[in-house]
């Protein structure tokens, strides 16, 4: 899974980046359906902007421009989460249809023992599956829904233990694009 965040531009979880980049020939797929057959198929290379292995995040961009994203989200500017923040993901599981779960907000935990990630994750007991990583984590903003992680690993015999990317990530990932900010080279992960 992969949210998009601007007419061109998507993330992703970084888990689902080739580490070698020779190996990333990746594009994104747009199917057309309808309840019982594939009407088209449509393959739009992606390049990779940067990855930070760490936090578990990645900024992707179309590397044509005959195609451009007609919805994107909003990443928010700040998330001050509690216990039993209500949350949603959106994502693929098991490469199926989009797919719309709830939950809540639990802890907000490192992974480095677990995943060798280094980044503050958050803890939910939102549902996902193998498929979903990549795919958004939200909050409801005054009607709007603003992204603020993205769907990173998660236990299959626990279905209520599950970990997001932290907004922090987000905009690490971010910096220098979308009107952000630059920081110093020392926050960023790989760039390409």
């Known amino acids: 899974s992969a949210v998009a965040i601007s007419p061109s531009q998507l993330v992703t979880a970084a888990h689902c980046i080739p580490t070698n980049p020779t190996q990333r020939n990746l594009s994104i797929v747009l199917e057309e359906k309808t309840r019982t057959e594939l009407l088209s198929k ?3 290379p992606v390049k990779v902007l ?27 500017e700040t998330f001050t989460p509690y216990l039993g ?12 249809v989009l797919t719309l ?7 907000t ?9 280094t980044g503050d994750f958050y ?6 599956t193998g498929g979903s990583s990549g795919g958004g984590l939200f909050i409801e903003d005054n009607g709007d829904y603003k992204l603020i992680g ?10 209520f233990q599950n ?7 987000l905009h690490k990932i971010m910096i220098g694009f979308l009107g952000t900010v630059p920081e110093p080279a020392s926050l960023l992960g790989e760039k390409k």
């Open 123 to 128: 803890k939910t007991t939102i549902p996902i």
């Open 85 to 96: 923040y209500k949350l949603y993901a959106l994502g693929f599981p098991r490469g199926d």
């Open 163 to 169: 970990y997001f990317s932290s907004i922090e990530s």
């Open 101 to 107: 779960t709830e939950g809540m907000y639990t802890a």
């Open 109 to 117: 935990v490192g992974l480095e023992q677990s995943m060798r990630w």
């Open 150 to 159: 993205l769907a990173s690993a998660g236990y299959r015999d626990v279905s």
């Open 50 to 76: 940067r990855v930070n292995y760490g936090d578990d995040t990645a900024l992707l961009e179309l590397k044509t421009r005959t195609y451009e994203f007609q919805k994107y989200v909003d990443v928010a």
């Open 42 to 44: 449509t393959l739009y």
